[in-house]
């Protein structure tokens, strides 16, 4: 039986390895055909990435020296003595030093930059290019990454390549994870014969024998099953791999590929954005300590990870420290350096899920609107936003405080809050709350609440009159007695003011910074209801409003956002620029695909939302905002106080030279809070500016406007120096060129002084 049996082997033991070689031979040109496609094409699609805006100042604008830190901060700029590399800055007293990065900006790139910022005051004195020693106009440093847009697969990668990555971080990979990586062929025979024995002996598993390749096959292509038939694929893989490609090209692919954590629901994949991760800075910028770090944690991202282990992950750091050392990668001085550097690693909000939800929803509504396809999570663009993150968290910090102060000092158990913050001369949104609690995801009350709007309206109501320079101006005497009419539904209407008194009569300029309802319906009604909706209209209020005499007091739902268009027109001298928050978006190669368009239009007259300025910043001094001028001395802000009936909503808008703010605060089913527009939102206004550098305002005077001199009891035109005269701009072409002297007769107004012609001299040398 033996004989036949060996017989039948010998006969056919040839013909059966055959068989048997060229069924691996199959199998092995099967992977091949898998591996080759994916492994030289596209391995990885990149989500979107979203920007926040770009900081950009220019010589001569007021700019503190800590603002520009706080943005270096931001970005994970290092702060050193002196600068030498990327991504640092030194402060001097009056001067700040900075090795800006490189970046690709939605209208180019922009190398690195090594320069110096000087100050005198408040101002920037100068920009110098350091490598050139040229003076520069205006400087700007890179976006600051928000979020990337994650699909469904929920891994998050930041593509990188060898150029990127510093040599000291590859080696030490190498010599931690693979030290023959360089010289077999994809499977070592010698470190699996190791790792078993050494299991054996602990009859557990504490030592691993997979390559680098071996791990990249495993995370590329296989599952995570456990059996021998997945582990001999996994290394004819990896022979495979090993045979076609380049050293180079599977290191890279592993850095890129390689799993270093968790960032809520998103898995952290690649060195390039664990780098951001961990550090908040590009993996180019890494010191000694981080890339040991880095590359320490690979063991267990989760056992070592920084954030939530730091004392175990400085312990595994420092023993890749010591490995390096022992391999003359690095010498002790550096070494001991290194061992004796604390643990710092980021929060990683620059990569947090969940983060600014009210701002993204308005963001994602506008990509809907310019993108052919919205869906971008696998697309690699770069969505370029207006967001502010300093003016954001802040904003937000305001907000979320003093609602909760509120709340608790008054017992009202649902009070909620929504911001808006936009830049005043571009119209970028540089902030949105939606909710009290400023990271809830759901109903966005900055967009989506309608609530009546109250006082806010008064501006839009006295630019009517102010247009109609012959009949009034901001001296004019207006009558503040009682209202009786029908509306619409024949009912009696009687409109009252807030404090149910009556004056008689009153200045328009004190009708708009009291806030006095009875005067402001008064002029409403004689300048046309079906004025004021156009008004409304011209001023950015994009939705039907109904022409009815009640929105003379703010019968008016509007939301936030709404609010804050409107008032931007007004803030800056009537000119509509549409508010927006999508700046750009390039593609993954950089190249421009859309842009906002840079409209603007003349909406309302200059020199009429000068004088309307010029009232509304009369308000933060001596009328219902008067709190504001208090508190923020020295500095001319502007607002307007909002209060609907029985104090449901609390209404304020506000803006300093740069930025405008709308803020509602009440209750979402529209219960009383007792809130008036001074004690609820403005208070939210107050302690955001208290956090922020407010600008002083400062608007021009336009032509056409003069300085003119009114009695403050009846609006006459009189002489200058007058007793009980008020001296307040006006337009000119329709003032009276017969004035009131001191004493009550009629002259004429007197002509003004021509200044006198200069010499050629005078002209030349001053």
């Not at 839009?460 to 009786?484: F, G, K, T």
């Amino acid at each position: 039986m033996l004989k036949k049996v060996a017989s039948w082997m010998k006969s056919h033991f040839l013909p059966f390895v055959i068989a048997f070689l060229t069924l691996i031979a199959a199998y092995v040109v099967y992977l091949d055909a898998q591996i080759k496609p994916h492994f030289s094409g596209n391995k990885w699609q990149v989500p979107a990435q979203v920007y926040a805006r770009p900081l950009t100042f220019a010589v001569k604008e007021e700019i503190s020296q800590k603002e520009i830190i706080d943005e270096l901060k931001l970005l994970g700029y290092r702060r050193q003595r002196t600068v030498e590399s990327v991504g640092e800055y030194a402060v001097g007293q009056t001067s700040v030093v900075v090795y800006r990065r490189a970046f690709d900006f939605a209208d180019g790139y922009a190398s690195e930059q090594h320069v110096r910022i000087r100050w005198e005051d408040t101002r920037i004195a100068s920009i110098t290019d350091l490598a050139t020693n040229q003076s520069l106009l205006q400087l700007r440093f890179e976006p600051w990454l928000v979020t990337r847009l994650v699909s469904g697969n929920r891994e998050d990668r930041m593509l990188i390549t060898l150029d990127d990555i510093p040599p000291l971080l590859v080696e030490a990979l190498v010599m931690v994870e693979d030290k023959d990586f360089y010289t077999h062929w994809g499977v070592n025979p010698l470190a699996i014969a190791r790792a078993l024995l050494a299991n054996i002996s602990a009859g557990r598993k504490v030592q691993g024998g997979s390559t680098l390749t071996q791990q990249l096959v495993k995370n590329l292509y296989l599952s995570r099953e456990q059996s021998y038939t997945r582990k001999i694929k996994e290394a004819l893989m990896a022979l495979i791999i090993d045979a076609r490609y380049s050293k180079d090209a599977i290191i890279q692919a592993y850095l890129n590929e390689v799993f270093v954590g968790q960032n809520g629901g998103k898995a952290v994949h690649g060195f390039g954005l664990g780098a951001h991760f961990y550090f908040d800075r590009p993996i180019n910028e890494l010191n000694l300590p981080e890339m040991a770090t880095l590359v320490g944690m690979l063991k267990g991202p989760s056992y070592y990870n920084p954030k939530r282990a730091p004392e175990r992950t400085q312990e595994r750091r420092d023993l890749v420290l010591r490995i390096l050392f022992e391999a003359d990668k690095i010498d002790k001085a550096t070494y001991l350096d290194a061992i004796n550097q604390p643990l710092k690693v980021a929060a990683g909000d620059s990569l947090a899920s969940g983060q600014h939800p009210a701002f993204m929803d308005q963001v994602s509504r506008e990509l809907s609107q310019v993108l052919a396809d919205p869906d971008i999570r696998q697309s690699g663009l770069k969505v370029f936003t207006t967001l502010d993150i300093n003016a954001q968290r802040r904003a937000e910090k305001a907000l979320s405080q003093r609602v909760k102060n509120l709340a608790k000092a008054r017992n009202i158990s649902a009070l909620q809050g929504a911001m808006v913050l936009s830049d005043i001369r571009s119209g970028g949104i540089r902030a949105i709350i939606g909710d009290a609690v400023p990271d809830t995801k759901g109903f966005n009350r900055a967009l989506d609440a309608r609530r009546s709007i109250g006082s806010l309206v008064k501006p839009a109501i006295y630019y009517n009159a102010l247009r109609d320079a012959s009949h009034y101006q901001l001296a004019s005497i207006i009558p503040d007695a009682p209202i009786v009419m029908e509306d619409e539904r024949g009912k009696r209407w009687a409109p009252q003011n807030a404090d149910k008194q009556f004056r008689g009569e009153v200045r328009l300029l004190d009708a708009l910074t009291s806030s006095y309802n009875l005067p402001a319906v008064k002029v409403a009604l004689d300048t046309g209801i079906d004025n004021l909706v156009a008004t409304l209209a011209e001023l950015g209020i994009d939705e039907p409003v109904p022409s009815l005499p009640a929105i003379a007091l703010g019968a008016i739902n509007l939301s936030a956002l709404q609010v804050n268009q409107m008032y931007q027109t007004l803030a800056n001298e009537g000119v509509y620029r549409p508010l927006h928050t999508v700046s750009a978006i390039l593609s993954p190669r950089n190249q421009l695909l859309w842009a906002h368009s840079d409209y603007s239009e003349q909406r309302i007259d200059r020199q009429v939302a000068y004088l309307l300025n010029y009232a509304l910043h009369k308000v933060t001094k001596e009328g219902t905002a008067r709190q504001v001028g208090k508190r923020f001395k020295g500095i001319n802000l502007a607002g307007k106080t909002g209060t609907t009936n029985d104090y449901r909503d609390s209404w304020f808008a506000g803006f300093d030279r740069n930025l405008l703010a709308s803020i509602w605060v009440g209750d979402d089913n529209n219960a009383q809070t007792g809130l008036s527009g001074s004690s609820g939102a403005m208070q939210v206004y107050m302690d955001f500016q208290a956090q922020m550098e407010p600008k002083s305002l400062s608007r021009r005077f336009p032509k056409g406007l003069e300085i003119a001199h009114f009695s403050a009891q009846t609006g006459a035109q009189m002489q200058a120096g007058c007793p009980g005269s008020v001296s307040l701009p006006a337009i000119s072409s329709e003032l009276s060129q017969q004035v009131l002297s001191c004493s009550g007769n009629v002259v004429a107004k007197p002509k003004p002084i021509k200044p006198k012609k200069k010499a050629w001299w005078e002209r030349i040398f001053g």
